[in-house]
């Protein structure tokens, strides 16, 4: 199970990065780097609402990759796509230092 989730978030990324960035994609690459830094990528639930069938099944792959304890960042065969995620997709982090504290 663990390799499919693995094998899932390789591909997720790969499409984040290979596609041109629309709405699922950004929601998508929103996803993949909130598992990998919470604080500085926060979900919106309503993010998730963007993803088209694909996306979806991507999303929920690099979810549940997470929930089993794994980051994203730890199953990439070149963890570099993580960097350039995060350079293309950058306008996606928010900042929501105070959000708990109101």
């Given amino acids: 199970m663990t390799t499919e989730l693995e094998q ?5 990324v790969k499409f984040c990065l290979s596609m041109e ?3 699922g994609t950004k929601a998508l690459a929103r996803v993949i780097l909130h598992c990998y830094n919470h604080y500085d ?3 919106s639930i309503v993010d998730l609402c ?6 979806q099944v991507l999303a929920w ?19 570099i796509d993580l960097e350039y ?3 293309r ?6 900042d929501l230092s ?3 504290d109101e």
């Fill in 8 to 12: 899932a978030t390789r591909e997720a």
């Fill in 50 to 55: 963007l993803l088209d069938d694909k996306r």
């Fill in 61 to 79: 792959a690099v979810l549940r990759l997470r929930v089993a304890g794994m980051e994203p960042h730890e199953v990439l065969e070149q963890p």
């Fill in 41 to 43: 990528y926060p979900l």
């Fill in 21 to 23: 960035p629309t709405s």
């Fill in 89 to 94: 997709y950058a306008p996606v982090k928010k």
């Fill in 98 to 100: 105070n959000f708990f």
């Fill in 85 to 87: 995620l995060k350079e």
